[in-house]
């Protein structure tokens, strides 16, 4: 079953940080900004929501299941309904804080923790 939950996970994270990537370099605010933008935003809750059925494997865990990069997941999931929101209500600075911090924190730096020895991911690339 971790298996299916981490092709999951992969599967949603990887076009979302290709689809971040487009978002932050290009022109806000036009319609395939915010298309794309609400794609983005389904794709990172559902990583954070795949995310918290896998079991930390590595270091101290807490209610013998959550790790340190799951504080990510819940970020996530604080983050990507406030920047819409921000968003709606025409809070650009606030949307724009938000989704900054989505694409560093969730995929910048949880992703550089799934690279490290003894992860599932850096198993399957370098080993």
Do not use: C, D
């Not at 920047?83 to 606030?94: D, H, K, Q, S, T």
């Amino acid at each position: 079953m971790y298996l299916y939950l981490a092709y999951f996970h992969l599967a949603t994270v990887a076009p979302a940080f290709l689809m971040g990537t487009f978002l932050l370099l290009t022109r806000k605010g036009t319609s395939i900004h915010k298309q794309f933008g609400r794609i983005y935003m389904v794709l990172m809750l559902l990583s954070a929501i795949s995310s918290l059925f896998m079991e930390a494997q590595l270091g101290e865990r807490l209610l013998n299941h959550f790790g340190l990069i799951h504080i990510f997941s819940f970020l996530v999931l604080y983050w990507v309904p406030s920047a819409y929101f921000a968003a709606r209500n025409g809070n650009i600075r606030r949307h724009k804080g938000n989704m900054i911090g989505l694409y560093l924190g969730g995929l910048i730096i949880a992703g550089s923790f799934a690279f490290m020895p003894g992860r599932l991911l850096h198993g399957w690339l370098f080993l």
